[in-house]
């Protein structure tokens, strides 16, 4: 499984074209193995979320949430807030980092593991 990142600027326009800051563009895709894919389609979780987060928007905030097969597909986050980008970022690390410990861990289903400590 590899996670992909990029990450996109735009500066903003107003009505008559002042400046009016920038826009940052966060875009994700999840690849998973042939193996992986296999499993996600077995267990059944590629419509579980994967991710959960929040936008602000003014006086009413924005959640969005994004299923394991939407971050296969691709997802896009567009925010005008870096420090909301990168916690976002950081936040789709952390679970596709659960997401390949899921995946470990149905790959031992009917098997046998030994942990030494």
Not at 31 to 58: A, F, N
Not at 101 to 108: F, G, K, P
């Amino acid at each position: 499984m590899k996670l992909e990142i990029w990450r996109n600027q735009k500066d903003v326009k107003g009505l008559l074209g002042g400046h009016k800051g920038v826009s940052f563009s966060l875009v994700t895709r999840v690849q998973v193995t042939p193996d992986e894919q296999g499993l996600i389609t077995k267990y059944k979780v590629g419509e579980d979320t994967l991710v959960t987060y929040q936008l602000p928007g003014g006086n009413n905030d924005f959640t969005f949430r994004v299923s394991v097969n939407e971050m296969i597909a691709g997802h896009t986050v567009d925010t005008r807030d870096i420090a909301t980008m990168i916690d976002l970022e950081d936040t789709i690390k952390s679970r596709c980092q659960n997401l390949k410990t899921w995946l470990a861990v149905m790959a031992t289903f009917g098997g046998y593991e030994a942990v030494e400590f």
